[in-house]
């Protein structure tokens, strides 16, 4: 089934914490330094992830400070490669997605932050999780903040938020036994809308088993204001892929939701050709007076998309990164990062 869900009028004002719109200022950029050989077999792919990472983190810091999160024992090395504008805080980490496994910040009317817990379980299991799994609890500690609990299990990147009631998520990534056994859309649907403070979700299937995420809707569609999204769409789609079909079916879903939508092409003439490559222009990351975006390499759609962010976007500067070493790990800027409200 898919389409939107209720509307709950109530949702957005149980507690009065709502998470706001990720273009909204920012105190903090949150990173997360990958160590884990269980998760990276190949030390020198780890070392140019760990580049790759420092790169966007020090081009964050240009414009916001960033807190680089790694065990005391991996500062150094991290040390060597991060600029002045990253400070590095002890907690440990094996990965760096933190978008997925670092805190949600929720926000009331008096500005006063609280973290709601969604909690990181790998994936559904699926990665080593005993130190990401504990960081929007320990960033809770160091920060002294409050933690608001959720029932579910999940990530970040599978939901879509505007900051002004509306959501956008596929199913697969959350009605699934390996993040919430035994509960119905209805029941997540509804705890989604009281950790966002929002008013109403826009679901469309999604794609179980094929990637980790399970089609987290980040690499696909992006708010960029209230009821406004970017899609990342081939141009000429491979009816073969199930990624592609289910892209097809999702802009459909969001076109019938009532959703302006202005869609990027992907690029075609790319430096990494790998078909498991996520080669999303969509995977950006908003940070105060910037839009941080990657480049693929093809000239055209490279344009597209920069032309696309500075409409969207505008008065911030747009800086785009090679970020390919995420992009072969099936994320990308986006998922690499977690703001924190101003």
Known sequence: MIGMGCYNPTAASI?????PAEENRHQRTFMQWPTSRKVYRSKRFLKHVQRTIANVANTISEFEPVVMLAGSQDHANAQRL??????????????????????IFGQNANGDLAIRHIQFNGWGNKQIHHYDGKIAQRLAERLNLPVLPTSLKGEAGGIEQDGHGTLLAHESSW????????????????????????????????????????????????FTGPNRVLVNLPDRPDLSDPFHQTALATHD????????IEVIPEPIKRRVNSRDFV????????????VIAAQFGDKRTDDIAVDALRRHYPGREIVTLNADALGELGGGIHCATHEMPA
Not at 91 to 100: G, N
Not at 194 to 199: C, E, L, M, S
Not at 279 to 290: D, K, L, M, P
């Open 175 to 222: 009605v699934i036994r390996n993040r919430n056994p035994g509960m119905s859309r209805a029941e997540i649907e509804l705890e989604l809308l009281r950790a966002y403070g929002a008013r109403r979700i826009i679901w469309a299937d999604g794609l179980k088993g094929q990637d980790i995420t399970d089609y987290h809707i980040d690499s696909l569609a992006r």
């Open 253 to 260: 879903v969001l076109r019938a939701a009532g959703l302006q």
């Open 15 to 19: 507690d009065g914490y709502i998470v």
């Open 279 to 290: 080669a999303s222009y969509v995977n950006y990351y908003v940070c105060n007076e910037a």
């Open 82 to 103: 991060l600029g002045r504008g990253v400070e590095l805080w002890d907690i440990p980490t094996e990965d760096l997605w933190a978008r997925d496994s670092g805190p």
